[in-house]
Nanobody, 118 residues
């Protein structure tokens, strides 16, 4: 089992920045990929960014430019740096982990609320 904890989140003004963190514990050796998702009220959950155990990153086209995913392997922590935030970025952000490089995500954090005020 893998546990994911996401402290952080909060309220930020439009144009501001915020960094989310996700600390993993447990059987982290089994994890090959971690990602950040978000879900806004009334919308489907969407992928924001992903990073492999080797450090390779990927972003959906709609997320490129303002979001940066990174990892600190020594701390078993993945980060999501969010810049130039917009009110439409308001959502619950979830950290997730996957054992395989493809397929479904196996583990999920509890989510953290990010609210961007205009």
């Amino acid at each position: 089992q893998v546990q994911l904890v996401e402290p952080g989140g909060g309220l930020v003004q439009a144009g501001g920045s915020l960094r989310l963190s996700c600390a993993a514990s447990g059987s982290i050796f089994s994890i090959n990929l971690m990602g950040w998702f978000r879900q806004a009220p009334g919308k489907q959950r969407e992928l924001v960014a992903a990073i492999t155990s080797g450090g390779s990153t990927s972003y959906p086209d709609s997320m490129k430019g303002r979001f940066t995913i990174s990892r600190d392997s020594a701390k078993n922590t993945v980060y999501l740096q969010m810049n130039s935030l917009k009110p439409e970025d308001t959502a619950v952000y979830y950290c997730a982990a996957r054992r395989n490089l493809s397929g479904k995500y196996d583990y999920w954090g509890q989510g953290t609320q990010v609210t961007v005020s205009s």
